[in-house]
Antibody, heavy 122, light 110 residues
Framework: QLQLQESGPGLVKPSETLSLTCTVS????????????WDWIRQPPGKGLEWIGH???????YYNPSLKSRVTISVDTSKNQFSLKLSSVTAADTAVYYC????????????WGKGTTVTVSS | QSALTQPASVSGSPGQSITISCTGS?????????VSWYQQHPGKAPKFIIY???KRPSGVSNRFSGSKSGNTASLTISGLQAEDDADYYC??????????FGGGTKLTVL
């Protein structure tokens, strides 16, 4: 079955750029496999979920307005991966970062990665 | 984009029923039948349990049900079991191809 796995540095310095990749296995990220968004969500320690943004193949990309100025999401269909970049990070960006697949039409996230912890600290 | 409003905590005894509310506005919860709910156990990724307000994915117990009235969506868990002890999050389409989560509710099974 479809599985998602986040990867990237666990420690990022303040003011630098956080970069994460989500690798999709057991299925294809390509358009022919159905209509899905590929999402990024994060969860600060002890707090709730925050939607970061999503990408519909390479066509459409949408971001949380509160993060829009710092976020870039991209997709590499040849590697079956999609990626997140968050610039100018601060301690407030410390969180568990999840990638997920979401229904394009109904906006629910049906498959999640296990999450990866990113700490922003010097 | 403010989070949808959920109670911080609810509790119930085994066998009882509980309801968790999720309040938004006419721009999100009230404007679309696109509310989903997620269950999260400590240290685990969220698991989706309700979509399109009241539909259950395959494999999710029929003890979980969802509804909506106006700007408030609700998740009801009947016949509480120890394994239901977890955090629950609502999520709604918020227009312009964006979504937003609720602040989360901690359910304690007494």
């Amino acid at each position: 079955q479809l599985q998602l796995q986040e990867s990237g540095p666990g420690l990022v310095k303040p003011s630098e750029t956080l970069s994460l990749t989500c690798t999709v296995s057991g299925g294809s990220i390509n358009r022919g496999s159905g209509d899905y968004y590929w999402d990024w969500i994060r969860q600060p320690p002890g707090k709730g979920l925050e939607w970061i943004g999503h990408i519909y193949y390479s066509d459409y990309i949408y971001y949380n307005p509160s993060l829009k100025s710092r976020v870039t999401i991209s997709v590499d269909t040849s590697k079956n991966q999609f990626s997140l970049k968050l610039s100018s990070v601060t301690a407030a960006d410390t969180a568990v970062y999840y990638c997920a697949r979401a229904s394009y039409y109904y906006h629910y996230m049906d498959v999640w990665g296990k999450g990866t912890t990113v700490t922003v600290s010097s | 984009q403010s989070a949808l409003t959920q109670p911080a905590s609810v509790s119930g005894s085994p066998g009882q029923s509980i309801t968790i509310s999720c309040t938004g506005s006419s721009s999100d919860v009230g404007g679309y039948n696109l509310v989903s709910w997620y269950q999260q156990h400590p240290g685990k990724a969220p698991k989706f349990i309700i979509y399109e307000v009241s539909k259950r994915p395959s494999g999710v117990s029929n003890r979980f049900s969802g509804s909506k009235s106006g700007n408030t969506a609700s998740l009801t868990i009947s016949g509480l079991q120890a394994e239901d002890d977890a955090d629950y999050y609502c999520c709604s389409y918020a227009g312009s191809n964006t979504v937003m989560f609720g602040g989360g509710t901690k359910l304690t099974v007494l």
